[in-house]
T-cell receptor
Framework: LAKTTQPISMDSYEGQEVNITCSHN???????ITWYQQFPSQGPRFIIQ???TKVTNEVASLFIPADRKSSTLSLPRVSLSDTAVYYC????????????FGTGTRLQVFP | DTGVSQNPRHKITKRGQNVTFRCDPI?????LYWYRQTLGQGPEFLTY????????KSRLLSDRFSAERPKGSFSTLEIQRTEQGDSAMYLC??????????????FGPGTRLLVL
């Protein structure tokens, strides 16, 4: 069964870059690794996904090493509105229909 | 169609009652997922559909839980004889699958269930 680990919480100040890492083993070999942002009482919101190396979009970058045993979400120049919980989502290697969310990282951004 | 919708947004029920939640996915999406999220935890996979076929069910989905997607469009999740431990946020997501790898899942706002 795939297992994921994320730091429970992180603090940052506005304007700083934040990197959140998810460790994941036994993940499906043909699946993207996806990251979501979640605010209280809302559903998760898609941020970015990737398969290998580096992916960048207008809000974040995602770094995935060749062994795909971890992934790092990078948020450039965070603002107060980035205060949220961030989750990685991976597929299970043993059961490719099963999807597993990470434990979640609560990011607090201070002014 | 601006996204995944779920109804109701909140439900309070007494232990032992049956409840049913509805999810309307993004219109062209062929896959629909259900998750459960308890306070302070990440979402846990419950089940998913490819069109109208239910392809996978988690062990979390006891005999009291049933999900349907009769015409491959909206889906319902029913919980019979609710227990206090069923109190959680129930999330629905949909994606467009066109082969490998898996499509991006887009989530609805969730239905928060409180069992008294």
């Amino acid at each position: 069964l795939a297992k994921t680990t994320q730091p429970i919480s992180m603090d940052s100040y506005e304007g700083q870059e934040v990197n959140i890492t998810c460790s994941h083993n036994n993940i499906a070999t043909n699946d993207y690794i996806t990251w979501y942002q979640q605010f209280p009482s809302q559903g998760p919101r898609f941020i970015i996904q990737g398969y290998k190396t580096k992916v960048t979009n207008e809000v974040a970058s995602l770094f995935i090493p060749a062994d795909r045993k971890s992934s790092t979400l990078s948020l450039p120049r965070v603002s107060l509105s980035d205060t949220a919980v961030y989750y990685c989502l991976v597929g299970d290697k043993g059961n490719t229909d099963k999807l597993i969310f990470g434990t979640g990282t609560r990011l607090q951004v201070f002014p | 169609d601006t996204g995944v919708s779920q109804n109701p947004r909140h439900k309070i029920t007494k232990r032992g009652q049956n409840v049913t939640f509805r999810c309307d996915p993004i219109s062209e999406h062929n896959r629909l997922y259900w998750y459960r999220q308890t306070l302070g935890q990440g979402p846990e996979f419950l089940t998913y559909f490819q069109n109208e076929a239910q392809l996978e069910k988690s062990r979390l989905l006891s005999d009291r839980f049933s999900a349907e997607r009769p015409k491959g469009s909206f889906s319902t999740l029913e919980i019979q004889r609710t227990e206090q431990g069923d109190s959680a946020m129930y999330l629905c997501a949909s994606s467009l699958e066109a082969g490998d790898p898996r499509g991006t899942q887009y989530f609805g706002p969730g239905t928060r269930l409180l069992v008294l």
